[in-house]
C-alpha cells in the first residue's frame, strides 16, 4: 500500500465533512450538474477561478490563495500553506489541466440535515456531505502532469452571496508512485490474486485505490469494483487490531505494522514496523547485533511469504519504541537471502495498530 507520509499528505481543511458512502437515495433535494451539463458561462466561471488557484498554488503564492478563501478556512490556513509549500518543486512546470467538474447544488436543502448527497454524471458518482450548510458548492479536479512527479489537486469551492467561487477545501494526491499509475497497480494486483499471493495483491489494490480515488471520499461503480476485488482478497494475519509474532530462531518479534513506502529512493518497498522487547532493545545498541537482528526479521517474514520479493523491490524495518526509531535498516530482495527455514508468523492479540491510513 502507500507510504505512511503520503497517505498523511490528504488535507481536509473546510467546513465540510465528506464520508464514503454506499450508492442509496438522498434525503434531500440536492443536485449535481456534471462539466457536460453546465452553461458556458457557468464552466468558463468556474474554470477560470480553478485555474487562478491552481496557478497560486503551482507558483506557491499561498497568501494569493489564502485571499481567495472563505473565511472559515483562511482563518486556519496553515495545513493549505504546508501543502502549497510542498507543491510548489514538484509542479511548477506541470502543465495543468481541468480533469473534472461539478457544480453541486444544496441551496434548498434545510439548515439542520446531517446528510446530503450528490448524484454526478453516468455512470453514477456519488459524493456525500454531513452538515453541509445551504449553498453551492463546486468540485474541481485538476491534473498536474508532465513532470517527474505528476499530481492531483482536488478543490472544493463555495459560491458566496456576491456569485464568487472561493476556496473551501483542498486535497492533493500523487498520480503515480514508483513510475506507475493506479490503473497498473490494478492490473497487477489482479495478477498477484490470480498467483494466488494475497498479501502482494492486497498492498497493490491499496495502492491502485489510492491512485484512482481523488478525494477518498467518493463512490462510483469502477471504485465499488475496485473495493469488492480488494476486500475478496483481504489476507489474514496483517498487523491490523492485532500484531504480528514473527519468529525466528530463538526469537519472537511483535511487528505492529506493515505498510509500502516510496519515500526512500522512488522504489516501491515494504516498510515494516516492530516493537523489541528489553532484551532485543539492548542488543539494538550494538551495530552488528541491531543488523543481525533485523536481517533474520526479514528473512522470517519472506519465508513466510517468498511471493512478496517479486512485489517490492526491497523491505524497509524499523524498529521502534514509542515515537522513537531505534534503529532502521533498508534492503533490497536480491541482498535478503535465508539460509535456514524459519519458524512460522502468527497472531497474537495486543492494543489497537494503526497500519493503514484511516479509511473514509
Known amino acids: 500500500m502507500l507510504s505512511s507520509l503520503s497517505r498523511k499528505r490528504l488535507l481536509f481543511l473546510v467546513l465540510l465533512t465528506f464520508q464514503l458512502v454506499a450508492l442509496y437515495p438522498c434525503a434531500f433535494g440536492a443536485s449535481c450538474t456534471t462539466q457536460s451539463q453546465m452553461t458556458s458561462a457557468q464552466r468558463e466561471s468556474l474554470i477560470n477561478t480553478v485555474r487562478i488557484m491552481a496557478m497560486q498554488i503551482q507558483v506557491g503564492d499561498a497568501q494569493g490563495l489564502r485571499a481567495l478563501t472563505i473565511p472559515a478556512v483562511a482563518a486556519d490556513f496553515g495545513g493549505i500553506m504546508d501543502s502549497v509549500v510542498r507543491l510548489k518543486p514538484l509542479i511548477q512546470q506541470a502543465a495543468i489541466t481541468v480533469d473534472t467538474l461539478y457544480i453541486l447544488d444544496a441551496s434548498t436543502d434545510p439548515a439542520a440535515a446531517q446528510r446530503t448527497d450528490f448524484y454526478c454524471g453516468s455512470p453514477v458518482v456519488v ?31 463555495s459560491k458566496t452571496h456576491d456569485n464568487r467561487w472561493m476556496l473551501a477545501g483542498f486535497f492533493d494526491k500523487p498520480m503515480t508512485e514508483a513510475g506507475h499509475d493506479g490503473l497498473w497497480y490494478w492490473v497487477s494486483a489482479r495478477k498477484f490474486a490470480q498467483a494466488p499471493s494475497s498479501w ?12 484512482l480515488d481523488p478525494l ?22 496483517l498487523p491490523v487490531t492485532d500484531t ?12 505492529t505494522a506493515i505498510d509500502t513506502t516510496t519515500e526512500f529512493g522512488g522504489a516501491l518497498d515494504l516498510e515494516v514496523h516492530y516493537t523489541p522487547d528489553a532484551a532485543q532493545a539492548a542488543q539494538l545498541r550494538d551495530p552488528m547485533q541491531a543488523r543481525k537482528q533485523v536481517t533474520e526479521i526479514m528473512q522470517a517474514l519472506l519465508i513466510q511469504h517468498p511471493d512478496l520479493r517479486d512485489a517490492f523491490h526491497g523491505l524497509w524495518v524499523r524498529a521502534d ?29 495486543s492494543q489497537h495498530v494503526a497500519v493503514f491510513p484511516p479509511q473514509p
Do not use: C
Request: avoid cysteine; charged fraction near 10%; proline fraction near 9%.
Open 216 to 237: 477518498d471520499l467518493m463512490s462510483s461503480p469502477n471504485l465499488q469494483k475496485l473495493q469488492h476485488e480488494t476486500d475478496d482478497v483481504h489476507p489474514g494475519g
Open 321 to 349: 519504541q514509542g515515537t522513537n526509531s531505534l534503529f532502521a535498516l533498508e534492503l533490497p530482495m536480491d541482498s535478503i537471502v535465508a539460509s535456514r527455514t524459519l519458524p512460522s508468523a502468527v497472531a497474537s492479540p
Open 200 to 211: 502482494a495483491a492486497w498492498f497493490y489494490y491499496r495502492q491502485a485505490a489510492f491512485l
Open 244 to 255: 504480528l509474532t514473527l519468529k525466528t530462531p530463538g526469537e519472537a518479534f511483535a511487528v
Open 127 to 157: 459524493l456525500t456531505f454531513a452538515d453541509l450548510p445551504p449553498g453551492t458548492y463546486a468540485l474541481a479536479v485538476v491534473h498536474a502532469t508532465g513532470v517527474p512527479q505528476p499530481h492531483q489537486l482536488s478543490l472544493i469551492l
